[in-house]
């Protein structure tokens, strides 16, 4: 940040008073430009058994597969976030079922969260930041071509919550 | 936001190609402003079945008791930022047991986030946003004079969590 996008002056990189840490001041309008984490939030769609992902379109990871996610807007829960990219990049109707991951990446300033969730019908189609979207069986999932280790850790605990037989929540970090 | 903080021309509200809500754009240098939502942060720290509440010295809700908690900075974990601010507004150190509720707040474009936690000693002290920290049984905790809503929410969880003997994940919405 260089300008001030309340009043367009320069801005400095500064401890305001009271403050512990460096932020963007404008001394023209007085005005303390705050930067904080970004939240993504994304669903796991079951169907049998089965998880619905998707294959990235866009970059970063250009065909590469990952559940269908994105950042969170203003203005929303997120739960319908989750919902909202599930649609958006799966074109599937879900079900949401709980919050089931809490993943911090602080080298990108995100944290990302997903929740567990069922497909309400096969009428899936890939969104425009999609190449195809498909469903998988555990043996079948394509784990080298995994997008983002966040959509790994989420997959794999998935997986062996099943396993055991109950879904609990994974709060974990990425460093 | 009135100004491209990268370049500091004027910006325009408009839908950018491909996407679908309004952002702030800018025509001088081509840069796309994206605002979204802010976690905040923070502990139930638990002191022999005690629950550590701070009495805020800032506004909103000056007075009135909460939890620590704050803004996430960039940078760190949700779990570090649940330590940080336990510190900075009870002078407490804790030991974090596990991510506890996640509430969202669309109206206010936050999600707030509480982590169960184990007051590690009793050497606690009002930091500068706080009036007085205290230690509080449920019967005694000042339920009338709760800062925020997520906060009452997140106490009302444990103890109930508490009384039936395990304690879940609580996500929902404050609409």
Redesign the interface.
Known sequence: ???????????ARRVPP?D??PR?VCDACGSI???????VLGSIPEWQGRLLLCRRAIEPRYGYWTLPAG??????????AAARETL?EAGARIELL??FS?I?V??V?Q?H?FYRARLQDLAFEPG?ESLEVALFEEASLPWKDIAFRTVGLTLKHWFADRSRGSF??H?E?I?
Chains 1, 2 share one sequence.
């Open positions: 940040m260089k300008f001030c996008s309340n009043c367009g002056a320069g801005v009271g512990a840490l963007a430009h705050y930067v904080n984490p970004k939240l950042f969170m807007e203003n203005n929303e829960t997120t739960g319908e958006e709980g919050a809490m911090s602080p080298y300033n944290v969260v425009v609990g929540f709060a970090d460093k």
